[in-house]
């Protein structure tokens, strides 16, 4: 399906309203137009979504499904924009957007260190690609994100980007798993796992699939999951990759991988034309001593450094 919001919008408008006639005059459309969008609508979804009768039009069980979604899909993508409407910061706010790194409470602590007098607020979104479009676009005045592999990433004219750290990846097990014990873990002896891995996009499956068939298997994808993934590690649904500064939780134990198949990038962003674009590099200085810091705290980190590899 093509769907989008605007559509959602449109069944909404339709239900609440109870007629297309009436529906018609709350979107100031002729009723032919919203009959029209109507059926264009329900061609994507390849279902009837209303029963039309004499009193008006009531939704289908399909119809009642999409609407159900459309309610808790509206008011986040609205609370989106408005969070994210181009606009300078207003009220000596700092917006920062982020993805899942194991350094936010890092960059947050030295934000509010360095900027004591300005509001902090942020947004976690899993694409790095997208966090470099919002700070572009003035929606975020800087960005953590996270990059896998080697890959170097594009930012347009106007945007500096700065690497803090460039970690390897470690592998997070059953408690109970076989290797569990094993102080490092070759990624050819996880060949017949399934596999948890996160649907954030912007190529990270690519790499991640490519460094599996580097070890001589495709990899069994078993969850597609952005969230929730040590309670299905803990709970021997399969293993999944995790930062190194990841704190181990009950049920699960996390291991290095030999020879560092996988490595992730951490990579401070902002705009070159910020009123605070002088601070920022003191940020970045402040943001790496915080990465070491962390590094230094995390025990099996610690040891994976100490020993030398690399």
Do not use: K
């Not at 989008?4 to 339709?14: C, D, E, F, K, Y």
């Not at 459309?70 to 706010?93: T, V």
């Not at 076989?178 to 690519?206: F, H, Q």
């Amino acid at each position: 399906m093509e769907l989008q919001v605007r559509h959602l919008r449109v069944l909404v408008a339709i239900a609440r309203a109870g007629s297309l006639n009436r529906a018609a005059g709350e979107l100031r459309l002729a009723q032919p137009a919203l009959s029209h969008q109507l059926r264009r609508i329900e061609q994507m979804v390849g279902d009837r979504l209303f029963d039309r009768g004499t009193r008006g039009v009531r939704p289908t069980r399909i119809g009642e499904l999409l609407l159900a979604r459309a309610e808790a899909i509206i008011p986040a993508f609205d609370e989106l924009d408005r969070d994210f409407r181009r606009q300078q910061p207003s009220g000596g706010g700092l917006r920062i957007g982020w993805n899942d790194s194991g350094l936010l409470s890092g960059l947050f602590d030295c934000v509010e260190r360095l900027f004591p007098d300005l509001e902090l607020t942020s947004r976690a979104d899993l694409s790095h690609g997208r966090l470099v479009s919002q700070v572009a676009s003035g929606c975020v005045d800087l960005a953590l994100a996270m990059i896998c592999g080697p890959r170097t990433l594009a930012v347009p004219d106007g945007v500096r980007a700065e690497r803090v750290a460039t970690e390897p990846s470690f592998v997070a097990l059953p408690a109970q798993h076989r290797l569990a014990a094993s102080p490092v873990v070759d990624l050819s002896d996880l060949a017949r796992e399934r596999w948890i891995v996160s649907s954030c996009g912007d190529g990270c499956r690519i790499v991640f699939r490519e460094m599996c068939l580097a070890h001589g298997f495709t990899p069994r994808i078993a969850h597609d999951v952005d969230a929730l993934r040590h309670r299905l590690v803990s709970g021997a649904r399969g293993v999944c990759l995790v930062q190194p500064t990841t704190s181990e939780l009950p049920g699960v134990a996390i291991r290095p991988l030999a020879g560092d198949p996988i490595t992730v990038q951490h990579v401070l962003l902002w705009r070159a034309d910020h009123l605070l674009d002088d601070r920022f590099t003191e940020l970045h200085h402040a943001v790496t001593s915080a990465y070491e810091q962390l590094m230094a705290q995390t025990d099996r980190y610690r040891e994976w450094m100490d020993n030398g590899t690399t």
